[in-house]
């Protein structure tokens, strides 16, 4: 169980705890299917390869997104909430790869009781393949 964060006690720069993930085929195919994304980069492997020329199975642009909020919240636990959240594709991630979250505290509003948080999710290479920012209210001590 996480530890009540409060917003007195953050610092610029403090960071969020590092996630690990290493999807599978099913883990897309479930995950698209539930969103009814039928582009088959996600689940066709000779579409993916043959006719799009990529190297594995295409990972949902979503699902990273979904994977930084997750990054957000759990950091955040109990003591507080997500106010806004934005983030961007700016690398194709595939089947195969070992991605993780990271994240820091940017900037601290004491009177309104936010910090924002800048988020990214990373490839093997160490690359951003999905960088983000959200605004999270935490309590005062």
């Known amino acids: 169980m996480n ?3 409060r917003i007195d006690s953050l610092r610029e720069g403090d960071e969020l705890p590092v996630r690990e993930f290493r999807p599978d085929e099913i883990q897309l195919f479930l995950y698209n299917a539930a969103l009814w994304n039928a582009h088959r980069i996600h689940f066709d492997h000779p579409y993916a390869t043959r006719v799009e020329g990529h190297p594995g199975l295409v990972i949902a642009g ?11 919240v759990e950091w955040l636990g109990e003591s507080g909430r997500l106010i806004s959240f934005e983030y961007s594709n700016r690398r194709l991630s595939y089947i195969g790869e070992i991605l993780r979250s990271t994240g820091r505290v940017l900037s601290i509003d004491h009177d309104k009781s936010e910090a ?10 160490g690359e951003v393949t999905t960088p ?3 605004v999270v209210r935490l309590e005062r001590a």
């Open 3 to 5: 530890a009540l964060r």
């Open 62 to 72: 979503p699902l990273l997104g979904d994977w930084l909020t997750q990054c957000a």
């Open 116 to 125: 924002v948080l800048s988020l990214a999710i990373l490839n093997q290479a």
């Open 132 to 134: 983000g920012t959200a």
